[in-house]
Every structure is written in structure tokens, then in C-alpha cells.
């Protein structure tokens, strides 16, 4: 069965400290898609990033950063120097002929 | 451009009531969707659209009733609904079904009284 699971509900920090949100993943194809997805208090979804599969290598844009272990089937997401604006439920999914959302972690950065 | 388009923002209908939402894409996708989103939960698919035919059905109660007039546009009928209706109504396009990332519009959030 496919499944995704973000163990951490919420997470509270202080601005400019650097925060990781976990994902772990369950599937039992060999060719998959993972993604991350913003969601601020606006109820808007935000396309964060896409990933493969066949595709390990991390990625970083900005102060994000993913990184995607296959072996451990996770695909973690951290924040460098947070900021108030990074407040936000962030979500992770998995394809399928649908996308499978994790639950979710709300991230509040307190200034 | 990645814009997806939803009207109206809020909604507020009775039981008895018929009333349409409505979603706009123009980045050429050949995939929209339909979700619904309970306060601190992940959105749970309704329906999708693959290339102006409805391709998925997620067992949604018939008072929802999906309508895909073109390739740009999603409109979602609304009749009889239900109180624990009430919900955020996301619309969502991607280039196809499958593997590709959707892109979200700012929502409906619908109150039925």
C-alpha cells in the first residue's frame, strides 16, 4: 500500500534557526514521484519541489533543501535561516495515479 | 505562468440551495482536479479530469457534481449539500495525469447553514 507519514505535527522555532521536516514514504513501485507542498494560513497549495525516483541527488534552492534517501525512504525537507514567513503547513505526497498526502506538519517561526 | 484561478473565495448556502464553483487554468494542462480540505487535515481527491473526460470519481455523494466544459475550466455543482459539507474546495491542474506536479489554486472555502 502506498503511504506517507510525517511524524512531526507541529514545529515551533525562533527565527534564523535552520529546521527539518521528515517525510517517510511506503511503496512498492520501482518508479515514483515525491513532492513537497506549501500551505499558508491563505488555504492556497504551493508546488514546492518534484522528485524521482531514479533521481537521489539533493537538491537546494534558496534556504531549501531535500534531501532523498532511498534506503531509508525519506525524503526530508530543511529550512536554513528561517524566517516568519516560512510559517506554514507543509505538506509531503507521493504519486500514484493520484497524489498521496502525508498529514502534514505545521511549522510556526516565531520572531 | 502558474495560475489557477477559483471563484468565488467564500461561499455560504443553505441545504436547499444550487450553487456552482468554478476553476480556471491557462498553462495548457490536459489534468484538473477536485479536492475538498477539512480544517487540519490533507486534501482528499473528489474527482479528476483527464483531457476533458472524467477520469476518477473518489465514491463523492451525487449532491457534488463535476462539469468539465473545456480544457481550461472546471466548474463543480453544488446541490442539497449537507452541513458537514463545509469545507475548503481546492482546484488543481497538471500537465497530465500521474507523476506531475499539480498546481493549486487559493480555494472556495464553502459554508453550508
Known amino acids: 500500500a502506498q503511504k506517507v507519514t510525517q511524524a512531526q505535527t507541529e514545529i515551533s522555532v525562533v527565527e534564523k534557526e535552520d529546521v527539518t521536516l521528515d517525510c517517510v514514504y511506503e511503496?512498492?513501485?520501482?518508479?515514483?514521484?515525491l513532492f513537497w507542498y506549501k500551505q499558508p494560513p491563505s488555504g492556497e497549495l504551493v508546488f514546492l519541489i518534484r522528485r524521482n525516483s531514479f533521481d537521489e541527488q539533493n537538491e537546494i534552492s534558496g534556504r531549501y533543501s531535500w534531501n532523498f534517501q532511498k534506503s531509508t525512504s525519506s525524503f526530508n525537507f530543511t529550512i536554513t535561516a528561517s524566517q516568519v514567513v516560512d510559517s506554514a503547513v507543509y505538506f509531503c505526497a507521493l504519486s500514484d495515479l493520484k497524489l498521496i498526502f502525508g498529514t502534514g506538519t505545521r511549522l510556526q517561526v516565531f520572531p | 505562468d502558474t495560475e489557477v484561478t477559483q471563484t468565488p473565495k467564500h461561499l455560504v448556502m443553505g441545504m436547499t440551495n444550487k450553487k456552482s464553483l468554478k476553476c480556471e487554468q491557462h498553462m495548457g494542462h490536459r489534468a484538473m482536479y477536485w479536492y475538498k480540505q477539512k480544517a487540519k487535515k490533507p486534501p482528499e481527491l473528489m474527482f479528476v479530469y483527464s483531457y476533458e473526460k472524467l477520469s476518477i470519481n473518489e465514491s463523492v455523494p451525487s449532491r457534488f457534481s463535476p462539469e468539465c466544459p473545456n480544457s481550461s475550466l472546471l466548474n463543480l455543482h453544488l446541490h442539497a449539500l449537507q452541513p458537514e459539507d463545509s469545507a475548503l474546495y481546492l482546484c488543481a491542474s497538471s500537465q497530465a495525469v500521474q507523476s506531475y506536479e499539480q498546481y493549486f489554486g487559493p480555494g472556495t472555502r464553502l459554508t453550508v447553514t
Open positions: 511503496t512498492r513501485d520501482t518508479t515514483y514521484y
